[in-house]
């Protein structure tokens, strides 16, 4: 029989896609708090957030009138219009609040910021069921306590994860939203101790909103990121772009740490991710991920957020556009990052050195101390005695002499200081000084004819020479094909695709996007394309499998970058073959002139597969491994 469910069913039902885990209950709490004005807020939890919730702000506060109206649903302030169009709020749905109440027991205490010490109210709701207003003690803003959060749908509690688990949940909540809100302090604590401490920005840095953002972000992604992010700033057509970036060797194992917001809103979107993932494509191993955090502004009636409950998914009016300007800024942004690399490459670098041999340095007995001091392990080996230095000096006399004999004997001895073996009547020529106009120094010579090392005025650089090349290599290629085309190939015999009628008039609609690419098709009556030229980069290809990813692709995201996929792959492994090999002994000459393009070529920092292509190790961190620092 059809009836009208119970308002506390109802609500439960809803909490069910609102209220998912303590995490989204204190995102939902501190994105209101955020709504009311707060400067300052302060979240704890207790067992991850299963026993408490509490979230205190600074914000507008509240009435009793209002407070009886924020547990309704569908009760909010954030329409003043009744506009789902111009949403200028975090919230604007009234569905927080009441599904939370109906899982849980929650207790609203709130005063408004402009009233009397004694003007603020505690309402109470249990499992849906609304108490009575009470008097109570509060400064101005909101007080909100979520106890015993599922304790009326005991099932969702079998689903929850780990406490740890879910407080990590928790804590990226709170981060992501921090990140968006530089101006406002957010803390989270468990009781003990502070998990989340981000102090609200000072007004002089405020006033420079891309400094204002890294300090943010280097307050929760760590000064690793500061040192290798690259600012981004692009606008298109009203839609603006801005954040910061990792460089392709500064990169994570999974997506966890990018975070895109749309107007100040968290969101984890399809399109977002993707153009972020065709920006990285030709710099980035396969299996990593890049750090970054960007913010697209951008008129709120150009972009739908009523998509999901949650709020999390949004809807572009113009996706192509948004996607574009993502993808084109990106790799705007790495190709002026030039030959830069992370520097924790040369941290780990450094972190594998391992000091052998130095334990006869001092042997027991002959005093002193000896040990591995410092972060690094300086060995400061036991003071030799005078006896056993001359002993020392004694014993290796002979050798020295015996090594004399033998160059003699074999044609060749040790050149005089300043001259030059091959010619020994005129003077070698002066080494070149390295300049610190060319970052990556001055070749002094090849390890292993692979590993190209190099002086710098403050260190030295070690340059994998397959890698640097490859890139370039690469680099050139991709601005062939840009400034004259894709070639394309001529089928002998046309092949026939034959898909469904949507599908292939997705692809007959793109059929001059592809031409560009190199790939000529056109329709062949209802639900068959026609494939006639195919790019010449790919040689003997699957046609039919082709045709069939371009279509799957179209209909999920719109966009036709499988084709583009394939001929990068292709330029990738053409360069990878065409490029100097390791194992090549090269002159200092050409050691020098890699040196130069590699400086003057974009991303060349890192090679096709995203690997680095130079270690910079400074001087002072040399001096450090030598026990001179």
């Given amino acids: 029989m059809l009836r009208r469910l119970p308002a506390t069913l109802v609500n439960q039902i809803a909490a069910g896609e609102v209220v998912e885990r303590p995490a989204s209950a204190l995102k939902e709490l501190v994105e209101n708090a955020l709504d009311a004005g707060a400067t300052r807020i302060d979240a704890t939890l207790a067992e991850a957030g299963r026993s408490l919730i509490a979230v205190l702000d600074d914000g507008r506060g509240m009435t009793p009138e209002e407070m009886e109206l924020a547990v309704e649903r569908h009760a909010t302030s954030k329409l003043p219009d009744d506009d789902l169009l111009d949403i200028a709020f975090l919230g604007f749905r009234g569905e927080a609040l009441p599904s939370i109440a109906s899982v849980a027991r929650l207790s609203l205490t709130s005063r408004p910021r402009d009233q009397a010490a004694d003007s603020a109210w505690r309402l109470t709701v249990e499992g849906g069921e609304k108490r009575d207003l009470v008097p109570a003690a509060h400064p101005p803003g909101t007080r909100v306590e979520v106890r015993d959060l599922f304790f009326a749908t005991p099932a969702r509690l079998k689903f929850l994860k780990s406490n740890r688990a879910e407080q990590a949940a928790a804590i990226d909540a709170l981060q992501r939203l921090g990140m968006a809100h530089p101006e406002v302090a957010f803390t989270l604590s468990d009781g003990q101790r502070r998990m989340v401490d981000l102090p609200a920005l000072p007004p002089d840095l405020l006033a420079d909103p891309a400094s204002a953002r890294l300090s943010r972000l280097t307050r929760v992604l760590g000064r690793d990121f500061a040192d290798n992010a690259l600012a981004v700033d692009a606008e298109r057509e009203g839609v603006r772009l801005v954040g910061h970036i990792g460089l392709p060797t500064f990169t994570r194992s999974t997506a966890q740490a990018q975070y895109l917001f749309v107007n100040g809103r968290p969101v984890r979107d399809r399109l977002l991710t993707g153009a972020v993932r065709g920006a990285y494509q030709d710099v980035l191993a396969g299996h990593r991920h890049p750090v970054l955090a960007l913010y697209v502004e951008i008129d709120p009636r150009e972009v739908d957020v009523n998509v999901h409950p949650a709020k999390a998914e949004v809807r572009f009016r113009d996706p192509a556009l948004v996607r574009g300007l993502i993808v084109g800024a990106l790799r705007h942004t790495l190709a002026q990052a030039g030959v830069r690399t992370a520097t924790t490459v040369s941290q780990q670098a450094l972190g594998a050195v391992r000091p052998e041999g130095s334990a006869p340095l001092a042997r027991a007995g002959q005093g002193g101390r000896q040990g591995w001091h410092g972060g690094w392990g300086t060995w400061s080996p036991a003071p030799p005695s005078a006896e056993a230095i001359a002993a020392g000096m004694a014993s290796q006399a002979p050798a020295a002499n015996g090594l004399a004999d033998q160059g003699r004997l074999a044609g060749w001895e040790l050149p005089p200081q300043g001259r030059d073996p091959a010619n020994q009547s005129d003077p070698a020529p002066p080494p070149e000084p390295p300049g610190a106009d060319h970052p990556l120094g001055v070749a002094r010579g090849q390890v292993h004819d692979t590993y190209i090392v190099a002086e710098t005025p403050d260190g030295l650089v070690i340059v994998d020479q397959h890698a640097a090349h490859e890139r370039?290599?690469?680099?050139?290629?991709?601005?062939?094909?840009?400034?004259?085309?894709?070639?394309?190939?001529?089928?002998?015999?046309?092949?026939?695709?034959?898909?469904?009628?949507?599908?292939?008039?997705?692809?007959?609609?793109?059929?001059?996007?592809?031409?560009?690419?190199?790939?000529?098709?056109?329709?062949?009556?209802?639900?068959?394309?026609?494939?006639?030229?195919?790019?010449?980069?790919?040689?003997?290809?699957?046609?039919?499998?082709l045709i069939r990813d371009l279509a799957d692709e179209l209909a999920e995201t719109d966009h036709t970058t499988a084709l583009k996929q394939r001929l990068g792959d292709v330029c990738a492994t053409l360069a990878c073959h065409g490029s100097v090999r390791a194992g090549r002994r090269l002159s200092l000459t050409e050691m020098n002139a890699l040196l130069r393009q590699m400086e003057a070529t974009p991303r060349s920092g890192q090679c096709n597969h995203g690997r680095p292509t130079w270690v910079r190790l400074d001087k002072t961190d040399i001096e450090r491994l030598f026990g001179r620092r």
């Fill in 472 to 545: 370039l290599v690469l680099e050139r290629m991709s601005a062939a094909l840009a400034e004259s085309g894709v070639p394309r190939q001529a089928l002998l015999i046309p092949e026939v695709v034959e898909l469904d009628p949507a599908a292939a008039e997705r692809l007959a609609a793109r059929a001059e996007e592809l031409a560009d690419l190199g790939l000529v098709l056109e329709a062949f009556g209802p639900g068959t394309l026609i494939v006639r030229e195919t790019p010449a980069l790919l040689g003997e290809t699957d046609v039919q499998g």
